[in-house]
């Protein structure tokens, strides 16, 4: 990754039954250190009570990573979550110390059922499947608590909020 931090090159890493795809552009990191990519797909980490009620009846699939903590460089998973969910959108949820889950991003699933999902911090992770296309916006999982998108008061640390000032460039 020291290699390729800040060119326009990218890596994909194939792990099987998902992949990664790291833009140099995207490491920002002044140490990075080796990090373990691996995802467990199908997890029951977060309770199922919490994943029903944000997921109000759509599909729903648990990701783990296996690193905790920050990667110091933006990531794009790519998974396969079926055929059968084509033209739907994926949207990621993470599940966070405090046992809340909390909109991070979205991905539209292609022909192939393949989503990808941007990802700066390792943890663990909700992707609902949403096929109404006003579900597909981000979510107002909590109405009484504040969002992402208050700065002020969030549960999102410094390091995450990264990654969405990322995608927005």
């Known amino acids: ?8 090159v990218d890596i994909v890493l194939d792990m099987g039954a998902y992949s990664w795809s ?6 920002n990191a002044t140490n990075l250190k080796d990090i373990d990519l691996e995802v467990t797909i ?14 109000e009846g759509q599909p729903a699939t ?3 990573l296996t690193h905790n903590g920050e990667f110091g460089f933006r990531a794009d998973l790519t998974l396969n979550l079926g055929g059968e969910h084509s033209g ?7 599940y966070d110390s405090s ?15 393949k989503v990808s999902l941007s990802f700066s ?3 663990d992770y909700v992707v609902v499947i949403c096929k109404n296309t006003d579900q597909n916006q ?3 999982v909590n109405p009484d608590e504040k969002t992402e998108e208050d700065p002020d008061d969030n549960d999102i640390d410094q390091g995450e909020k990264e990654e969405d000032d990322i995608e927005d460039d």
């Open 1 to 8: 990754l020291e290699a390729i931090k800040g060119k326009s």
């Open 62 to 64: 648990q990701l783990s």
């Open 88 to 94: 739907s959108t994926g949207n990621l949820y993470y």
């Open 138 to 140: 981000e979510p107002d």
């Open 99 to 113: 046992g809340k889950l909390i909109f991070r991003n979205a991905g539209q699933i292609g022909e192939d059922g």
């Open 22 to 27: 790291i833009d140099g552009n995207d490491v």
């Open 121 to 123: 911090h390792a943890s």
């Open 42 to 55: 199908g997890t029951d980490t977060v309770p199922s009570s919490l994943v029903e009620s944000i997921a």
